[in-house]
């Protein structure tokens, strides 16, 4: 990779870890919100589902942030990105051919 792409994927990589940040602090928040105690059955399970995914959003975005705090210091250290093979979808995918 050139050198004018490796410093440009750089400052990406830095701009959406300090963006990452503020997502994970915002959703930090919104789960110190008080859960409204007066609320029915429904209102009250619905609040506490919402506190639930930002829980689950923020840990997904702590464990990207880690993975672009990785990505940089690669990057510094001159390293070029490599393509990551998802296999996730199932059996046919983890026997393709590249």
Same mark, same amino acid.
């Given at each position: 990779?050139?050198?004018?792409?490796?410093?440009?994927?750089?400052?990406?990589?830095?701009?959406?870890?300090?963006?990452?940040?503020?997502?994970?602090?915002?959703?930090?928040? @919104?789960?110190?919100?008080? /859960?409204?105690? =007066?609320?029915?059955?429904?209102?009250?399970? &619905? *609040?506490?589902? #919402?506190? %639930?995914?930002?829980?689950?959003?923020?840990?997904?975005?702590?464990?990207?942030?880690?993975?672009?705090?990785?990505?940089?210091?690669?990057? @510094?250290?001159?390293?070029? /990105?490599?393509? =990551?093979?998802?296999?996730?979808?199932?059996? &046919? *995918?983890?026997? #393709?051919? %590249?």
């Amino acid at each position: 990779m050139s050198k004018n792409k490796v410093s440009n994927t750089l400052i990406f990589a830095r701009r959406l870890l300090e963006s990452t940040e503020i997502a994970i602090s915002s959703l930090i928040e @919104e789960v110190k919100k008080p /859960i409204d105690i =007066e609320a029915s059955g429904s209102a009250r399970k &619905a *609040e506490l589902q #919402s506190v %639930k995914m930002a829980i689950v959003d923020a840990r997904e975005l702590i464990q990207e942030r880690q993975r672009l705090e990785e990505l940089i210091k690669s990057l @510094e250290a001159g390293d070029d /990105i490599e393509d =990551e093979t998802d296999f996730g979808g199932g059996f &046919a *995918e983890k026997f #393709s051919k %590249k």
